[in-house]
T-cell receptor
Framework: NAGVTQTPKFRILKIGQSMTLQCTQD?????MYWYRQDPGMGLKLIYY???????DKGEVPNGYNVSRSTTEDFPLRLELAAPSQTSVYFC????????????FGQGTRLTVV | GENVEQHPSTLSVQEGDSAVIKCTYS??????FPWYKQELGKRPQLIID?????GEKKDQRIAVTLNKTAKHFSLHITETQPEDSAVYFC????????????FGKGTHLIIQP
């Protein structure tokens, strides 16, 4: 059972470039999340989704976009990369509104130069 | 929105001693309070959680207490072991966890041999 899988693990982007961080889960979870983790700052919610076709903004959505066309996949899109987006990105999923343990992917370390 | 404060930022204890990490939250409507452990370079993993209708929960050497009136909750680790060394994050959620978590900034727990 793979759980939550993120790709890539590492990426270096130039300012203004775009990329998509991939996230897929094989636990048939309805809820999925994207967080970013900056040193000494904990994790901050970027976007979340409560099911296919439904997405909502979290605390820090500016500069990002998401889509949820299937239950399994929840990609995060950066359109115009900026140095402020240098961070570690974690995707997570949880089963439903009652079984809310969040299972995290292994993270993507992104550097924008 | 919700705001979670976590203290201390670093905690060093002798192996075998107890460790206590404290968090406060701002929104009295928050109803779900998980604790995550993150080892260096790894993903966060849930170690224990508590809901607002419960005052205390234990799981072997780990316990969490919740004081709704004061809006604070604490993690207690007894008989600490070297493998307890990690960064611990508290979090709070308004929607039982389904709409994402607001994290504290983390506590780096160091177990001295």
């Amino acid at each position: 059972n793979a759980g939550v899988t993120q790709t890539p693990k590492f990426r270096i982007l130039k300012i203004g470039q775009s990329m998509t961080l991939q996230c897929t889960q094989d636990m048939n979870h309805n809820y999925m999340y994207w967080y970013r983790q900056d040193p000494g700052m904990g994790l901050k919610l970027i976007y979340y989704s409560v099911g296919a076709g439904i997405t909502d903004k979290g605390e820090v959505p500016n500069g990002y976009n998401v889509s949820r066309s299937t239950t399994e996949d929840f990609p995060l899109r950066l359109e115009l990369a900026a140095p402020s987006q240098t961070s570690v990105y974690f995707c997570a999923s949880s089963a439903d509104g009652k079984n809310t343990e969040a299972f995290f992917g292994q993270g993507t370390r992104l550097t924008v130069v | 929105g919700e705001n979670v404060e976590q203290h201390p930022s670093t905690l060093s204890v002798q192996e075998g001693d107890s460790a206590v990490i404290k968090c406060t939250y701002s929104d009295s409507a928050s109803n779900y309070f998980p604790w995550y452990k993150q080892e260096l370079g790894k993903r966060p993993q849930l170690i224990i959680d508590i809901r607002s209708n419960v005052g205390e929960k234990k799981d072997q050497r780990i316990a969490v207490t919740l004081n709704k009136t004061a809006k604070h909750f604490s993690l207690h680790i007894t008989e600490t072991q070297p493998e307890d060394s990690a960064v611990y994050f508290c979090a709070a959620s308004l929607g039982g966890g389904a709409d994402g978590l607001t994290f504290g900034k983390g506590t780096h727990l160091i177990i001295q041999p």
